[in-house]
């Protein structure tokens, strides 16, 4: 199993101050359409709904289909649980905050390779990829939240 958790500070000097509220909305509107927010992915629909907490999406990632299960906790995580694919498990977004009142977003995921041995060369050499991959999603994210807080549109 491939576990990886990073978190990077949500405000930065000379950007907007964002706060818990507009991260949130950021995070909404990326599990509903990742396309301006995951730089490696190039496919994301939603195929049903099961409430307004909760809904299936496809997705095109790095080359690879999955289909992911979204789970939106308001103001705090947003859960995708990868339901079909070669590469199974969990990745999620939180909204986390200091002693200080200092926000960051956290990113963590736990994936199965399917048909790969674990601990194998080629199991770190994907996850080495997914780190990087998912640093930048998070980056893009975050700039992405900064240009709405700005009143600039993104591609959604």
Same mark, same amino acid.
């Given at each position: ?19 818990? @509220? ?20 190039? #496919? ?5 709904? =099961? ?12 080359? #690879?289909?999955?289909?992911? =299960? ?78 709405? @807080? ?7």
């Amino acid at each position: 199993m491939i576990h990886v958790t990073n978190a990077v500070p949500v405000n930065e000097a000379g950007e907007p101050r964002l706060t818990r @509220a507009d991260v949130w909305a950021g995070l909404e509107l990326k599990a509903n359409n990742a396309l301006p927010f995951v730089p490696a992915m190039t #496919q994301c629909e939603v195929l049903e709904r =099961r409430g307004e907490l909760e809904f299936d999406r496809e997705i095109e990632f790095r080359g #690879q289909h999955f289909v992911e =299960r979204i789970t939106l906790e308001p103001e705090s995580r947003v859960t995708f649980t990868r339901i079909a694919g070669d590469v199974l498990g969990t990745i999620a977004n939180e909204i986390e905050e200091d002693d200080a009142g200092e926000l960051s977003l956290r990113f963590t995921f736990a994936l199965v390779l399917k048909g790969v041995a674990p601990g194998s060369a080629e199991e770190a050499e994907y996850a080495e990829g997914m780190k990087v991959d998912y640093l930048k999603a998070v980056e893009a994210t975050l700039t992405a939240i900064r240009r709405v @807080a700005r009143g600039e549109t993104v591609g959604v």
